[in-house]
């Protein structure tokens, strides 16, 4: 809050942050949604996992990496539910840990290699 203050000017109560949070996230919400859309375009992303706490509550931080763009979602479920939220239409190589929540929906083609065995052939998978 210091920093608002002393570098902006602006006088700010720490719960009108959760409200500013609120409204740029709507503000934003389209530009997400075209960064999603274009991530899963690219022909090749990483994609990975990692526990996030929210209002006291643990929950899923997802990040979807390409050359370009990196795409973050934050989701109640560590399994396919929300790995087919993040990765759904994507149809390139897909660098991941081979944790098997990521695994795509069926109808979705993607080449899974994990990170540590990425590049050789007995680990590829369709």
């Known amino acids: 809050m210091s920093l608002l203050s002393d570098m902006l000017g602006v006088e700010m ?3 009108s942050v959760s409200g500013c ?12 949604e075209e960064a999603g859309r274009f991530a899963r375009s690219q022909h090749e992303a990483n994609a990975d996992e ?8 643990r929950v899923w931080l997802w990040v979807m990496v390409t ?3 990196t795409v973050f979602m934050i989701h109640a479920s560590r399994g396919k539910k929300a790995a ?3 990765l759904e239409g994507f149809c390139g190589v ?11 929906a069926p109808g979705t083609t993607a080449v899974l290699l994990g990170a540590s065995d990425a ?6 998978r369709a």
């Open 13 to 15: 109560a720490l719960g």
């Open 21 to 32: 949070e609120k409204a740029v996230s709507q503000a934003l919400s389209g530009l997400v």
């Open 50 to 57: 990692t526990s996030w706490r929210e209002s006291k509550k």
């Open 67 to 69: 050359s370009l763009v």
């Open 84 to 86: 087919n939220r993040l």
């Open 94 to 104: 897909l660098i991941t840990d081979r944790w098997g929540g990521q695994r795509l």
């Open 119 to 124: 590049g050789i052939p007995g680990h590829v």
